[in-house]
């Protein structure tokens, strides 16, 4: 390999034709790029949500006074939850020990007795199943709103309206449905961008060295940036026909609305894949073997991605160590971007300091791959 010429245009022209001739004749490139990312979306918009809608809550309803059957039928009419009505708390006492429901709400036998009698003490007993403890929180957030509507049909029957000292009116800013899909979508892709792209170069290097051809690679002038630039480039336009595609569905069959504008969602795709394609190349060159390249992609990249990019799990709440080691992910700054970019539009004080990062980060693995692949066919 000595005595080789400088970069040749022309041979990175020819490599990365090769190479995307290499893609239109391997199924599989394609299956990656284009029904991956379809399936995985799908999954995560329809399979994943945080909304807590229509949980079953029993109704123990030992009174069946005028104000208890008023209470009761608040419930009823409630979106948030499905109501399972009985007379005894043992009714549904099983159904809340096996899960069957996440909450029990006991409208005692004197109920009625003490609303009528005007002299207060009137009580409810709310009981939640506290293994989970943000439904349970969602279970007494909702039997405080059916307080809250009985009180208020309760005086308009009779009249008068309820005089409170503080009135409350919430105002959601960038998400005003507050639907977790909103949310979820846009890590989502980025999740979804993280193992398309690790994926797709994981298996090229290692590819030419199971096929035998990188003995021939080696036996021609082609320099280490020329090889570089030719596993790289075809399968950016790749991952990027993908991301497009994810982007379309998010927007035109899922309703997700986008904020921002098209060349910042592709200035922080194209960062972002630098950092992807450049940990599936390097995983490539080290170990030679396809499969051992694609099953270390999966790892190195999806696992991080999910549990440690702030889409799921809220990095703030997470222990001082990890939260260092969540500086290390590129997804964390991608999916921070994606949100920003969906929910808010183009906020510069967010999408600026997280677009440096993913530079730094593509920098990174892209030049660790370089130095990889230098001892492998220079040395």
């Known amino acids: 390999m000595s005595g080789r010429s400088g970069f040749s245009f022309r041979r990175s022209c020819a490599l990365c034709l090769k190479e995307a001739r290499q893609i239109m004749r391997d199924p599989s490139s394609l299956l990656i790029a284009i029904v991956l990312p379809v399936g995985l ?69 004197d109920f009625t007795a003490k609303v009528e009698a005007g002299r207060g003490g009137a009580q409810i007993q709310v009981l939640t199943d506290g293994s989970e403890p943000n439904t349970a929180n969602f279970v007494s957030s909702y039997a405080y709103g059916l307080y809250e509507s009985w009180l208020a049909s309760r005086a308009e029957a009779n009249g008068v309206s309820v005089a409170q000292a503080v009135t409350l009116e919430p105002r959601y800013w960038f998400n005003p449905t507050t639907i977790s899909r909103n949310y979820l979508i846009p890590g989502s892709i980025s999740v979804v961008m993280t193992i398309i792209g690790a994926l797709l170069t994981s298996l090229v290097v290692a590819r030419e060295w199971e096929r035998g051809t990188m003995e021939a690679l080696l036996a021609t002038p082609v320099r280490k940036s020329e090889l570089l630039l030719s596993k790289t480039l075809p399968y950016y336009v790749l991952a990027m026909t993908a991301m497009t595609i994810c982007v379309l569905i998010a927007i035109f069959i899922m309703d997700v609305p986008f904020r921002g504008s098209i060349p910042a969602m592709f200035l922080a795709s194209s960062l972002f894949l630098g950092s992807s394609l450049g940990l599936g190349l390097l995983l490539s060159t080290l170990t030679r073997n396809q499969f051992n390249a694609a099953q270390a992609a999966l790892n190195a990249a999806f ?38 970019l969906f929910q808010a539009g183009d906020v510069a004080a967010i999408l600026v ?27």
């Open 41 to 109: 979306l799908f999954i995560f918009g329809f399979g994943i949500s945080l909304d807590t809608n229509r949980l079953g809550v029993g109704v123990v309803m030992e009174d069946h006074g005028a104000e208890a059957v008023r209470f009761a039928a608040a419930a009823a009419g409630s979106p948030y939850i499905r109501p399972v009505f009985a007379n005894t708390l043992a009714e549904v006492e099983d159904d809340l020990r096996l899960a069957r429901l996440r909450g029990v709400i006991v409208i005692p036998a």
């Open 303 to 340: 696992l991080p991605a999910v549990l440690l990019s702030g889409l799921i799990f809220e990095i703030a709440s997470m222990p001082a160590v990890i939260q260092a080691v969540t500086y290390l992910i590129p997804a964390r700054y991608f999916v921070k971007a994606l949100q920003t």
């Open 353 to 379: 300091p997280n677009l440096l990062f993913l530079v730094v980060s593509g920098i990174f693995w892209l030049g660790l791959t370089a130095i990889k692949m230098r001892r492998r066919l220079d040395g």
